[in-house]
């Protein structure tokens, strides 16, 4: 489990300026834990193992997905998000928030079933701010980023193309039209294909191979989160 990330974490400010700083603090507290890992020497590196080390946990434990380790692991996605600028900073802001939630939990839920259980009996997993709510909301920031590395590695297209088609099929659908079209502008400030590998420390091979591994690690953890919601009959249309 990634250790020494919690205690860098602040309680969340409702006012966008507030949001915005503190997703810039845990981006920084992301950073540091990332660089402190041993023997892992760029962002992607540490994340991809970051999600092996879960989905393991997950196979260890049953197949259950304690929720301690699953929030540590996903704070780390947050220096991704950031490595994409300001395109993407609607997509960090909220997942930031979302994610703390969810380390928040952990001192009183064990495991995600634990969180969707007392949500489904007090009858609001769709109630903004509950545990179950942000956990669909931190599911569809993962999805976005494997998404995104999916079209990454399919094209030898820009960044942009990658980055418009990852996000309509996972955020898109859910985003009012407000929101889609201050995406679709701000998408424009994306860089280059060349400088995102750049800003995560890789080389064009190195690029292919370690988002093959998030890809990889990281969706038998996507696939359990909605197993979770369908296994309860809740669809996932929101």
Not at 98 to 125: R, W
Not at 166 to 174: E, I, K, N, R
Request: proline share 3%; hydrophobic share 45%; aromatic share 8%.
């Amino acid at each position: 489990m990634v250790m020494g990330f919690r205690t860098k974490l602040l309680p969340w400010s409702s006012s966008a300026a507030g949001a915005g700083a503190q997703a810039d603090a845990m981006c920084d507290a992301a950073a540091a834990v990332v660089a402190a890992r041993q023997g892992m020497e760029t962002p992607l590196t540490a994340v991809a193992e970051a999600f092996e080390e879960l989905a393991r946990g997950m196979e260890a434990d049953g197949g259950e997905l304690r929720l301690a380790p699953f929030g540590d692991t996903c704070a780390l996605v947050s220096v991704l998000f950031n490595s994409l600028g300001i395109a993407f900073k609607f997509a960090e802001s909220e997942y930031v928030t979302k994610v703390n939630d969810l380390i928040g939990a952990s001192k009183e839920y064990a495991t995600l079933n634990d969180i969707l259980d007392k949500d489904v009996e007090q009858d609001c997993v769709k109630k903004q701010g509950s545990h179950s709510r942000n956990l669909r909301r931190v599911r569809l920031g993962l999805g976005l980023i494997k998404a995104l590395f999916e079209q990454f590695l399919a094209t030898e297209g820009s960044l942009y193309d990658a980055a418009t088609t990852a996000y309509g099929q996972v955020c898109a659908p859910f985003h009012s039209w407000a929101i889609r079209k201050a995406v679709g502008a701000g998408m424009y400030t994306l860089p280059t294909r060349e400088q995102l590998i750049l800003r995560l420390n890789e080389t064009d091979c190195s690029v292919q191979k370690e988002m093959r591994r998030y890809i990889d690690a990281s969706s038998p953890i996507i696939e359990y989160i909605d197993s979770l919601f369908l296994s309860r009959n809740i669809v996932l249309d929101w």
